[in-house]
């Protein structure tokens, strides 16, 4: 079941590791949440929805918060206040 | 065009001479005191399938030395100038963000989707509605049962996690399916935490398996802009 895997192509001393689920995919997948939806965002677009559904799309020029952390916001006491375009 | 990569601490090692980044471009480093960037030239052509693996490359490279804070894939601004002018403004809020994570690491666990989210009802309309009022109705539902369904995983993975050294969770639905739910972590506790997940996978429960470490993408979020 446990698969650990070694260093990635650039990770040198510092060994990336997989447990349970393993395969290209899932990692794909951890990958992908990571890299384009969080990380701190000094310029690009946030979308304003209700109910799940898009409503307008905003360019931007500012530094934001992740569009994950801005749906948690409610649940999170430090990230409240709603980034502004 | 510059291709943001990661903020680092001007005085951490820059990047070595051969990383190369998104078009095979070499990455550099631009400092704006106390702060510095990883970045690299790009042109206007399209975005290639591997893009998000060389982002996390040449991220994960800047994690060799210190910890950064990862920019999200599509950081990118017109030249240095406006990199200068965007991180002054922000250079206190960027330095304290940094400063939360120095010394860490983000661990991702696997869970599998909550029963509360597959089974829980939605609620019903209430009477005189349209169309239109029912789904959204059904969206709040959804995402109310989505959102509980977080909560549940991270506290989840708390639990099993319980006694070791843990600086925060946050959880979220994953692109994979199910709960992606990320731990931060200092990183010589990182052989403890992955022990603790392998041991909770192999019980065949709800927490399905984990990957890392990786940059700390999600503790990194911004209060607003100033």
């Not at chain 2, 239109?132 to 708390?158: K, N, P, Q, S, T």
């Not at chain 2, 997940?197 to 990786?214: D, E, H, K, Q, Y």
Request: glycine share 12%; aromatic share 4%; with cysteine.
């Amino acid at each position: 079941m446990e698969d650990e895997r070694g260093a990635l192509e650039a990770g040198g001393d510092f060994e990336f590791w997989q447990v349970g689920e393993s395969g290209e995919q899932t990692q794909l997948s951890d990958l992908l949440n990571r890299v384009l939806d969080r990380g701190v965002v000094l310029t690009g677009h946030v979308t304003i929805s209700i109910a799940d559904v898009d409503l307008v799309h905003v360019g931007l020029s500012a530094v934001l918060t992740s569009a994950s952390r801005i749906r948690r916001g409610r649940r999170v006491p430090e990230q409240t206040e709603a980034p502004e375009a | 065009m510059i291709q943001l990569y990661c903020v680092r601490r001007s005085a951490d090692p820059p990047p070595p001479d051969d990383l190369l980044g998104i078009g095979r471009r070499p990455v550099r480093v631009h400092r704006v005191e106390p702060l510095a960037v990883w970045y690299s030239e790009r042109d206007r052509s399209g975005a290639g399938a591997d893009d998000p693996r060389v982002h996390d490359r040449v991220v994960r490279a800047a994690l060799n030395t210190a910890t950064p804070l990862p920019c999200r894939h599509d950081s990118v601004l017109g030249d240095l100038d406006e990199v200068t002018r965007i991180m002054s403004a922000r250079r206190d809020a960027l330095a304290d963000r940094l400063a939360r994570v120095e010394g860490c690491v983000e661990v991702a666990v696997r869970v599998r989707p909550p029963e509360i989210e597959r089974s829980a009802p939605a609620p019903e309309a209430a009477g005189g509605g349209g169309p239109g009022r029912e789904y959204m109705v059904a969206a709040r539902g959804r995402r109310r049962r989505r959102e509980e369904g977080l909560v549940a995983a991270e506290d989840l993975v708390r639990s099993g996690l319980r006694g070791l050294p843990i600086l925060d969770i946050v959880a979220a639905a994953s692109r994979g399916g199910g709960v992606d739910v990320a731990v931060l972590v200092q990183r010589d506790g990182i052989g403890a935490v992955r022990e603790r997940i392998a041991g909770l996978v192999r019980t065949g429960g709800a927490i399905v398996g984990s990957t890392g470490p990786w940059p700390p993408y999600s503790f990194v979020a911004f209060p607003g802009p100033p």
